[in-house]
């Protein structure tokens, strides 16, 4: 039975939903497309208010395989700041494929936080670049507006959408992930599994529910 009603006091949280995330993308996840029109759904029925993030690097990024001689796309390297998956070249800013998707519906996204665009640091968190330091003043911003609970949707289930929710847990909000308006990358990880199951279990224990576009009272 559908039993979510979102009041004044939640807020959908949009990741990533930009083209170089979807099919024929520069890092493309398996029906990634699929959430926009899952997405729209939510933004047409129960939600009011919206943010959304945008990936956004500039071109030579430190978490460009290529900006690493003798490194490959997906290769873990260590940063100053701790272990850093390498990536394709993507979400270069001003590109095509960095815009939100075109057939999202803006109307209600109130706020658009950009990240990664400091050359040296990558950031997944809506909430803080991969050093779990830098802000990006998302926090203040939700709590000037008197949010509490935290819906999130997008790209990519096991990055972005994953450490925006363990961050946002942490820093007190109740957070549950749409799942079904979320795709992931699932990289194959060296003590079984993949990183999908691996992010699930660790927000699972966070206390991040796991919910679908059903769950709404529309
Ligand atoms: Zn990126």
């Avoid at 665009?117 to 968190?125: E, G, L, Q, T, V």
């Avoid at 079904?180 to 699932?186: K, M, V």
Wanted: proline residues 8%; charged residues 20%; hydrophobic residues 45%.
């Amino acid at each position: 039975m559908p039993s979510i009603r979102p009041t004044d006091t939640d807020m959908l949280g949009l990741i990533d939903v930009q083209p170089c995330f979807m099919p024929g993308g520069a890092l493309a996840i398996a029906g990634g497309d699929e959430v926009v029109p899952a997405i729209n759904r939510l933004l047409a029925g129960p939600f009011v208010q919206v943010f959304a993030t945008q990936d956004w690097h500039p071109p030579g990024h430190s978490s460009f395989a290529s900006s690493h001689p003798g490194r490959a796309p997906f290769d873990s390297i260590a940063m100053p700041y701790g272990p850093q998956t390498l990536w394709p070249d993507h979400a270069i800013q001003r590109s095509a494929e960095a815009e939100l998707h075109p057939g999202l519906d803006q109307r209600r996204i109130e706020l658009i936080i950009r990240k990664g665009f400091r050359p040296a640091i990558d950031s997944y968190s809506a909430f803080f670049e991969n050093d779990r330091t830098t802000a990006t003043g998302l926090d203040g911003w939700l709590r000037a507006r008197g949010i509490r609970r935290l819906f999130l949707a997008g790209l990519a289930t096991d990055y972005c959408v994953a450490f925006s929710a363990e961050d946002a847990a942490r820093l007190g909000y109740h957070v549950c992930v749409i799942e079904d308006a979320c795709r992931g990358i699932g990289l194959p990880l060296p003590e079984g599994g993949d990183t999908i199951a691996a992010a699930k279990a660790r927000l699972a224990a966070a206390g991040v529910r796991f919910i679908t576009a059903a769950d709404f009272v529309i």
